[in-house]
């Protein structure tokens, strides 16, 4: 196991040994054990190798040993009777909102509640509201959030969903046979949350690659072993050290069917109908195995001979959720996707001045590593305390050392910008003055999410008009399967931002991707400019540019519906010339 994993592991076992009743300080042993080897800067086996592991703070000499047969054997029989003493169901009730290992070792050392059906029963018979620590608020809240789970089912992020599925293709790629390999499904339609992996397959023999797939190390439950297709649970750990587990499929196919099945298990569901459709009107039959006429079947080389021979052009798998894109390949009238190499920088990044975590040179020198022509900076603003917002005073000073970095680099600038935060009434969080120090202004909402959604529409339509803002942040502030976002009318702020002329950002952390591509189409529509923002809080967030680039094309945008696809001297002129009006 690498830094990462043995990481996850300790946090875990942290979180288990709490869940035992364990005293708190054995706990955090093991939680600070693995915070610190996260952030090692050497390899685990390195420091393993030099013998250095009692030098890491917080690792003594039980952790040593088990440290140690993590990341040499990836087995700890510590951790595996901690996990198989303690009741599955107690972890998924750890997802609620407000329910750390306390609450629930109380509610199962009280009332023996091990899962959330005992829960939900136990919140509706009003048992939790009198037990100490809870309350009234507090047994609402739960089943609020049961309700939550239940509605998200076990529905994974597209960050998750993709490195599962990385994993997977990784480790079947080295297996002998395979052809032609493609994730299908909703992950290559690139939906944000997707329900399972479908995972395609073209081969000679299918038989020894579906041996092979369940018998990959990730998996963790074998749900069906057949001939041409296998599911599987598979089990990842991610960056932040937690479980990620997902259904898998695979499907064998030969090499001829391929690109039918590529097309058919791709989806949509209602994009396939729709081409079934189309077949039928030219008398052809189309299935996941072939297109096929009343004497023969057509040969198809590739998906794009499929859309071919119904005369279509090739329909990107983003755009196949049979919202018109069928009539428009028929008109050749398909949006010349955006693509991330379009993107030229992006403006809504933190950086240690409020909550992020890298300093500005550091963002700055991630943004031209990645490409980009130049990175806005937008920090929090006062109101928002706990992520340490910029007192005017403090942004003065942020603006010094930003010209000072400008003023050593070539061919690269950095902007100055705010993420100002709109206040309950709608008005914003720094007076004009010093919201006109800055090249552009991001507005976003972080408070009173309980407002009506009339309230909020105001407020946001209220800020939105101010000329001082450049664009909208995050513009419902959904947590993807975890929270939803605040009431908001959308169309309503769109066509007050079409004519106010202000932008609208993609947030592209996966958690968010908010705007969503369905409204991305709609602001397209009125003209609004859209902005792929990655809210980054690290050098290496910068990167979640690319799922926003996904939400871009599942919403049909193009490089010139985006602002930051434009040149360095472009964006310039356009944000000094929105500060002159
Ligand atoms: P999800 O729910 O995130 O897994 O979404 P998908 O789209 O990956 O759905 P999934 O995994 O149930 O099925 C994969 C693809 O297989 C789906 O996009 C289209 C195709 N498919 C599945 N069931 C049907 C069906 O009953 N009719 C047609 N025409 N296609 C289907
Ligand atoms: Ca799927
Ligand atoms: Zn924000």
Known sequence: MDKAQVAAVLEEIATLLELQGENSFRCNAYARAGRSIAQLEQSLADVIAADQLGEIPGVGETLRGKITELATTDHLPFYEDLKAKTPPGLLTMLRLPSMGPKKVKA???????????????????????????????????????????GEVGERVRIDQAQLVARELVAALQKVAGIRRLEVCGSLRRRKEVVKDIDILVSADDAKPIMTAFVKLPQVQKIVAHGETKSSIVAAVLDEAGHRVMMNADLRVVTDAQYPFAQAYFTGSKEHNVAMRQRAIQYGLKLNEYELAGPKKSIPCKEEADIYKALDLDYVPPELREETGEIAAAAKHQLPNLVETKDLTGCFHNHTTWSDG????????????????????????????????????????????????????????????????????????????????????????????????????????????????????????????????????????????????GTMIEINANPYRLDLDWIHCKRAKALGVK????????????????????????????????????????????????????
């Open 357 to 500: 975590k890298a300093s500005l040179e550091q963002m700055a020198q991630a943004a031209r590593k990645l490409g980009f022509k130049y990175l806005g900076i937008a920090d929090h603003s006062p109101s928002l305390t706990v992520a340490n917002g910029l007192t005017p005073e403090r942004v003065k000073q942020q603006h010094k050392e930003i010209d000072d970095l400008n003023k050593k680099s070539r061919g690269f600038r950095l902007f100055k910008g705010t993420e100002c935060d709109i206040l309950a009434d709608g008005s914003l969080d720094y007076s004009d003055k010093v919201l006109e120090s800055f090249d552009y202004v991001v507005a976003s909402v972080h408070s009173h999410f309980n407002q009506t959604e009339a309230e909020t529409t105001q407020r946001v339509i209220k800020a939105i008009s101010n000329p001082r803002v450049t664009m909208l942040g995050h513009a419902t502030g959904r947590l993807l399967l975890r929270r939803e976002g605040y009431k908001v009318d959308l169309g309503a702020v769109i066509r007050a931002a079409a004519e106010h």
């Open 530 to 581: 859209l902005v792929i923002n990655p809210d980054a809080h690290a050098a290496d967030e910068l990167a979640y540019t690319d799922y926003g680039v996904d939400v871009a094309r599942r919403g049909w945008l193009e490089k010139d519906d985006l602002f930051n696809t434009a040149s360095l001297a472009q964006v310039t002129k356009e944000l000094e010339a929105r500060r002159a009006r």
């Open 107 to 149: 509610l199962y050392d009280i009332l023996g509640i091990d899962d959330l059906d005992k829960l939900k029963k136990a919140c509706e018979e009003d048992k939790i509201a009198g037990l100490k620590g809870f309350g009234a608020k507090t047994q609402e809240k739960i089943l609020e959030g049961i309700a939550f789970i």
